[in-house]
């Protein structure tokens, strides 16, 4: 159904495929990461995707169904954005916080000082 186009699918293998020993990688489906000598190289597609597919959870890329794939996929990028918005909620409902009782501290002493030299 969804076929890799052959010029993408020349970049990238997996880890198995290149290796003649039996490795961690063998079951764990990660792709061979070439190596770069700049961040131009580290831009390209052959190593970029590597490295995205290998940021993966081991359970998503062990999924075979493209379906189930998207699914597993769309939940954990969904998951990951929910969380990113709350830690930015809560960071700037601290700084806000900060803000406020730093601003309340410096009021208070300020008006501490005053009286005291209206005495």
Wanted: proline share 3%; net charge positive.
């Amino acid at each position: 159904m969804h076929q890799t186009p052959m010029y993408l699918a020349a970049d990238i293998q997996l880890a198995v495929d290149r290796s003649r020993q039996n490795l961690r990688s063998a079951t764990d489906r990660t792709c061979f990461l070439p190596r770069t000598h700049n961040t131009f190289g580290d831009r390209s597609f052959s190593v970029a995707g590597p490295r995205v597919w290998n940021s993966l959870l081991a359970v998503l890329r062990l999924e075979m169904q493209f379906r189930a794939f998207r699914r597993q996929l769309k939940t954990l990028l969904f998951s990951r954005w929910q969380l990113r918005r709350i830690v930015t909620f809560f960071m700037r409902l601290i700084n806000t916080l900060i803000y406020l009782l730093t601003y309340i501290l410096f009021t208070k002493n300020e008006f501490n000082t005053n009286n005291c030299t209206h005495t």
